[in-house]
Structures are given as structure tokens and as C-alpha cells.
């Protein structure tokens, strides 16, 4: 690297530890997990959207661009159409929950304690998968960059991240997001232009095109789809509909956040394509980090490497907040402890902390991100996503119905995937939330709406924004 471009990271790097200088402690659950609901349309979108733009919405679109062209933007952007649906029609309705820091608390409120610990322990698993793989993609980009060990820079990124994120909660990670969010949009926007000044626009923008004849409509169907629902209401981004500072604010920072979404998948499909074209011969999976490495001029190198730590740094606080917070309140709270003072923000913050070790640990054995965003897309859809809608929208259903719909979801799912390995390379998120959708309306057409069993009586989310 420059010496210019080692300042310039080296920046970054020093604001990022001042955060942990400055970072006020969280001292409630209610300042841990939702900041006690302050946050603005705009700081919520900002936050929402830096967690949101990880390294697979970035350098995986970039590498898919490289290859196959910007039809891979078309079906990234079904993930921006999902943004602005959750925005005018879910995420104001969660805070119809005026107490729920979580997914699970909504489940429990419609469920009762059984759908609740269901849906705490598959949000802390897709958790800490996300984060150890993202942490893994950190180490190897770093030392193909820099040459730093990779190990030691997946413990040190990890160390800082994980610091900040116990000692500060929410307000802590959000703080972070939106400064960082400031850094990705002017940092990836800018390699863009470099390469449409260096190619005067030409002859690669000719080349451009939205259309692949080599994917079938059937392929880009069902790849589009999962996009459409993989990633819907992940703990992280339900987070920040929670800790918004009205229902209007959260259904803003949700709109805000596909309309970016779509513009930044355009920019990432764009640098993938002319990056190609820029350095034929180059594998996909080589072109982002040849092009910061080797072709971006002095300066530029350094704050592309900023922006790509910036964006995986925003998406690994947000998870291991969201783990913490759905182990205390998803887990804990139903098995142990109700109090909602100091305990539970004591256990929170040790959950946190330990979340991040094993991350840690995973991402030192992890081979590829893309197989932890795996396991958010066919776990997450075909358990979660039709009984939070059935809570959110018909709330006078039998509990049963919820547990009925995750367990034969995610069964179908892990059956699917190992046992008859995806036949036809139909992705288990559709037979899986097949299953869940039968499983639900089954449960709740048999089942009673009152039931004698502790784990299948709905449980109001208590206060802690005291």
C-alpha cells in the first residue's frame, strides 16, 4: 500500500477506537437494545441501511457482475422491493408491540413462550453464522491488501467491533453506522467513477446490459424470489424498526433504505462489469480486490479499504446487538429471570461479548461467506416470515399455529437441503416455506384458541424504556 493510502486507512482506523474512547455505557436494557427509541426516520435509516449493505451486497454483486453482468442487479434489487413493502405495510405494525425489543417478543405476544425461544434460538444462530463469515471475509481481503495476517486481523477488527458493541449497545452501533454509512456512500460511489473517467465512458458502457441469455426464467425466477424473502426482517433490521422514535419514522427508514439499496446495487454491478472490462483475464473473484490493490490511484486505495472494513464492521455490530438482545429477552427471560433492570442488561452484555468469541472462532474456520448468508436464507424465510405476518396482520389465531409453522418449516428445510440435496436445484427456502405456510394454516384451523399449557400462552413484552 501508499504511504498516502496507510494514512488514510489508518484514519479510519483511529475514529473507529476513539468510539470506544467517547461511547457512553448502556445503563438499561431499554439504552441497550433500542436506544431508548430515539431515533429519527434519517438516523434510522442510515443505520439501517449500513447493516443492511454488507460484503455480500457489495463485493458479492461485484463478483457476480464480473461474471454473468448486471442481470445479477435486477435480482439483487428484489431485496430493495422488499424493503419498501416491509416499509409501507410490516414495520409500522411491529410497533403496534409497544414493549417488544424483538422479533421473539412479537412471536410470544401471538404464541406464547414456545414460538418465542424458537424464534430467539434461530436469530442468535443465523447471528452468529453472519457474523463469523463476515469476519473471515474481513481477515482474507485485509491481508490480500495490506499483508497483514489474516488471523490477526480477523481477532483485532473483531476485538474493536465486539468492545463498543457490549460496553455501548444500539446507541453505540448506531453511532458508528451512520458515520460509517458517510464513508461507503462517498467511498464505493467513487471507485465507480474512476472507472468511468479512465474508460471515458467507453467502449465498456456499449457493453453494458441488463439481459443474460445464458440464465433461464426459471433460474432468475427463483433466485429473485429468494432475494425477495431471504433476508426479510432479519433481527437486526426488526432492531431498528423498534428503536425508531414513531411507527412513521420506521416505516420512512425502511423506504429510504430500498430506494439506497437499488442505487447502490446499480453502483456495485456497474464497478463488477467495467472492472471486468477494465482487466480482462482477471477471475470474478478477483476483481474488486485487484482493482483496490493494483489499479485505484493513491489515496483512493486507502479509502476504498475503509469503506469495504466500514461495511462489514456496520453489519457485524448490528447482528451481535440483535443476538444479545434476542438471547435476554427470547431465552432468558422465558426460562429464568423477568426483571428488566440491571440483570438482564448485565447478562445481555456477557451474551454479547461471548457471541462474539464464537464468531470469532468461526470465522477462523468458515471457508466463504456465502455460506453463512446460506443459512440465513434457508432458515430464516421458511420458519419465521408467514407466522410474524399472521401475528402482524390476524391476531385472533390459535397459539399452536406458530410453532406448528416454524418447526414444520424448518424441518422440511433441513430435510430438503440434506436428505434429497435440492433436487432439480430448487432452493429449500420455497418447499420449506411451503411446509410452514401448511403447517400454520393447519395448526390454526385444529387448534384451540385457548390452551392450558405455559408454552402455548400468549406473554406480553414487559417495559424497560424506564
Same mark, same amino acid.
Given at each position: 500500500?501508499?504511504?498516502?493510502?496507510?494514512?488514510?486507512?489508518?484514519?479510519?482506523?483511529?475514529?473507529?477506537?476513539?468510539?470506544?474512547?467517547?461511547?457512553?455505557?448502556?445503563?438499561?436494557?431499554?439504552?441497550? $437494545?433500542?436506544?431508548? #427509541? &430515539? *431515533?429519527?426516520?434519517?438516523?434510522?435509516?442510515?443505520?439501517?441501511?449500513?447493516? !443492511?449493505? +454488507? @460484503?455480500?451486497?457489495?463485493?458479492?454483486?461485484?463478483?457476480?457482475?464480473?461474471?454473468?453482468?448486471?442481470?445479477?442487479?435486477?435480482?439483487?434489487?428484489?431485496?430493495?422491493?422488499?424493503?419498501?413493502?416491509?416499509?409501507?405495510?410490516? $414495520?409500522?405494525?411491529? #410497533? &403496534? *408491540?409497544?414493549?417488544?425489543?424483538?422479533?421473539?417478543?412479537?412471536?410470544?405476544? !401471538?404464541? +406464547? @413462550?414456545?414460538?418465542?425461544?424458537?424464534?430467539?434460538?434461530?436469530?442468535?444462530?443465523?447471528?452468529?453464522?453472519?457474523?463469523?463469515?463476515?469476519?473471515?471475509?474481513t481477515g482474507t481481503f485485509v491481508n490480500v491488501i495490506t499483508g497483514i495476517n489474516s488471523t490477526i486481523s480477523i481477532v483485532v477488527s473483531m476485538l474493536i467491533v465486539l468492545l463498543y458493541s457490549t460496553i455501548g449497545g444500539i446507541k453505540a452501533d448506531v453511532f458508528t453506522d451512520v458515520m460509517q454509512f458517510v464513508l461507503i456512500t462517498i467511498g464505493i460511489p467513487l471507485i465507480l467513477l474512476f472507472l468511468l473517467f479512465d474508460t471515458n465512458f467507453s467502449p465498456a458502457i456499449e457493453a453494458i446490459s441488463f439481459e443474460n441469455p445464458d440464465m433461464p426464467l426459471a433460474t432468475f425466477i427463483v433466485l429473485a424470489g429468494s432475494f425477495l424473502l431471504g433476508e426479510f426482517l432479519l433481527p437486526p433490521y426488526a432492531a431498528r424498526a423498534f428503536s425508531a422514535r414513531t411507527a412513521s419514522d420506521a416505516k420512512r427508514a425502511f423506504i429510504y433504505a430500498g430506494l439506497f439499496s437499488a442505487i447502490w446495487f446499480l453502483v456495485a454491478g456497474l464497478i463488477g462489469v467495467l472492472g471486468v472490462s477494465k482487466m480482462p483475464g482477471v477471475p470474478a473473484d478477483?476483481?474488486?480486490?485487484?482493482?483496490?490493490?493494483?489499479?485505484?490511484?493513491?489515496?483512493?486505495?486507502?479509502?476504498?479499504?475503509?469503506?469495504?472494513?466500514?461495511?462489514i464492521a456496520s453489519s457485524q455490530d448490528s447482528f451481535l446487538n440483535s443476538a444479545s438482545v434476542s438471547f435476554t429477552r427470547d431465552i432468558h427471560q422465558v426460562v429464568k429471570s423477568k426483571d428488566a433492570n440491571n440483570p438482564q442488561l448485565t447478562?445481555?452484555?456477557?451474551?454479547?461479548?461471548?457471541?462474539?468469541?464464537?464468531?470469532?472462532?468461526?470465522?477462523?474456520?468458515?471457508?466463504?461467506?456465502?455460506?453463512?448468508?446460506?443459512?440465513?436464507?434457508?432458515?430464516?424465510?421458511?420458519?419465521?416470515?408467514?407466522?410474524?405476518?399472521?401475528?402482524?396482520?390476524?391476531?385472533?389465531?390459535?397459539?399452536?399455529?406458530?410453532?406448528?409453522g416454524i418447526i414444520a418449516g424448518g424441518v422440511v428445510t433441513v430435510l430438503w437441503i440434506t436428505v434429497f440435496e435440492e433436487p432439480s436445484g430448487v432452493p429449500s427456502i420455497y418447499p420449506g416455506l411451503l411446509a410452514c405456510a401448511v403447517g400454520t394454516l393447519l395448526a390454526g384451523l385444529l387448534g384451540s384458541k385457548s390452551s392450558k399449557s405455559y408454552l402455548l400462552q400468549p406473554i406480553k413484552p414487559y417495559s424497560v424504556d424506564k
Open positions: 500500500m501508499d504511504l498516502l493510502d496507510m494514512f488514510v486507512y489508518a484514519g479510519y482506523l483511529i475514529f473507529i477506537i476513539a468510539v470506544l474512547l467517547v461511547v457512553r455505557q448502556a445503563k438499561t436494557m431499554g439504552d441497550f $437494545a433500542v436506544g431508548r #427509541r &430515539q *431515533f429519527t426516520s434519517v438516523i434510522a435509516f442510515a443505520t439501517l441501511s449500513a447493516t !443492511a449493505i +454488507g @460484503p455480500g451486497f457489495t463485493t458479492g454483486l461485484i463478483e457476480k457482475s464480473s461474471t454473468d453482468g448486471l442481470i445479477w442487479v435486477v435480482i439483487f434489487s428484489f431485496f430493495a422491493i422488499q424493503m419498501l413493502l416491509t416499509g409501507v405495510f410490516v $414495520a409500522p405494525r411491529l #410497533r &403496534q *408491540f409497544p414493549n417488544a425489543l424483538t422479533l421473539g417478543d412479537v412471536m410470544g405476544a !401471538a404464541y +406464547g @413462550p414456545l414460538a418465542k425461544v424458537l424464534t430467539g434460538v434461530i436469530a442468535i444462530v443465523i447471528s452468529v453464522a453472519i457474523v463469523g463469515a463476515i469476519a473471515k471475509a478477483e476483481v474488486f480486490i485487484t482493482l483496490v490493490k493494483d489499479v485505484l490511484p493513491a489515496g483512493v486505495t486507502g479509502l476504498a479499504l475503509a469503506s469495504i472494513t466500514a461495511i447478562t445481555t452484555k456477557a451474551i454479547c461479548f461471548l457471541i462474539g468469541l464464537a464468531s470469532m472462532v468461526i470465522a477462523l474456520y468458515v471457508p466463504s461467506i456465502i455460506d453463512a448468508l446460506l443459512i440465513a436464507y434457508t432458515l430464516w424465510a421458511p420458519t419465521i416470515v408467514i407466522p410474524l405476518l399472521v401475528a402482524l396482520f390476524y391476531r385472533e389465531i390459535p397459539p399452536i399455529a406458530g410453532p406448528a
